[in-house]
């Protein structure tokens, strides 16, 4: 499944692009969910998501003025993150007080060219919120604090050029230009943006890792996160991943882009 915008009559897609995971998720004004709902769930889950993690619960988070900032607050996000994995790794279903979160992710292991599409993820989401009792119809501003919808891509930009220094070759992004003998050793950089379309905001992160084989990779993590007045959940999720899309074809170059259709 190609990398696309939901128009996608007008768009070009990009079957070879390197997309790691895509995260679904909404985060409820105040606890929406007791112990005793997580673990039932866990149960509903258990033939999709055998594999249980129990971690610290995720922090929310909001912009104020020109900064991100964190709310720890144990009424509404609970004691624990419960997290849910399938057999294969490729599925994640993430849970606690105040949030529910669906990932798919691609393994460094496997090729790209196996992803599901949004459509697919967005269907796992919505089974996931039915196997908590939440519909998203019923959803308001009064009871959802935001959604969330992250795209990250990783690639081996060794295949492209010979140095990070030439990551301009790949991204419309550029390193500074300092003499080195052999060129940058990694990047590390993170924006962040307000966001009013979808009633929020987005970071977007560019940074090297190491994947599972010990080979330095470029990861490029997108976020947006928001809530509209008057706007279902469907319509925000499906506007913010054609923004997702725009996003993704103006970072890249169009020579790496031409490679990935």
Request: hydrophobic content about 35%.
């Amino acid at each position: 499944m190609a990398r696309s915008s939901s128009r996608s009559d007008t768009v070009t897609t990009y079957p070879k692009a390197p997309v790691s995971e895509v995260i679904f998720g909404v985060t409820f004004s105040e606890e929406r969910l007791s112990i005793r709902d997580l673990f039932d769930a866990q149960q509903a889950l258990s033939d999709e998501y055998p594999r249980v993690e129990i971690r610290p619960p995720l922090v929310d988070e909001t912009m104020s003025g020109f900064q991100i900032t964190q709310e720890v607050n144990p009424e509404k996000m609970g004691s624990v993150l419960i997290r849910l994995r399938s057999d294969d790794d490729n599925w994640m279903c993430q849970i606690q007080a105040n949030k529910v979160y669906l990932n798919w992710i691609r393994p460094d292991h496997e090729p790209v060219g196996n992803y599901p599409g949004y459509t697919a993820i967005y269907r796992k989401f919505g089974e996931a919120l039915d196997a908590l009792s939440l519909s998203s119809a019923d959803f308001t501003t009064d009871s959802v604090k935001y959604y969330d919808l992250s795209y990250h891509d990783r690639l081996e930009w060794q295949e492209y050029i010979a140095s990070l220094s030439d990551a301009h070759e790949i991204m419309h992004i550029k390193p500074p230009e300092i003499e080195t003998p052999d060129g940058l050793n990694n990047l590390v950089s993170r924006y962040t943006y307000r966001y009013d379309p979808l009633g929020g905001y987005g970071i977007f992160a560019v940074n090297t890792a190491t994947d599972a084989t010990g080979k330095q990779v470029l990861q490029i993590e997108s976020t947006l996160r928001g809530i509209t007045p008057h706007q279902s959940s469907d319509a925000w999720f499906n506007e913010a991943h054609i923004v997702q899309y725009d996003h993704f074809s103006r970072i890249f170059t169009s020579e790496i882009l031409e490679q990935w259709t």
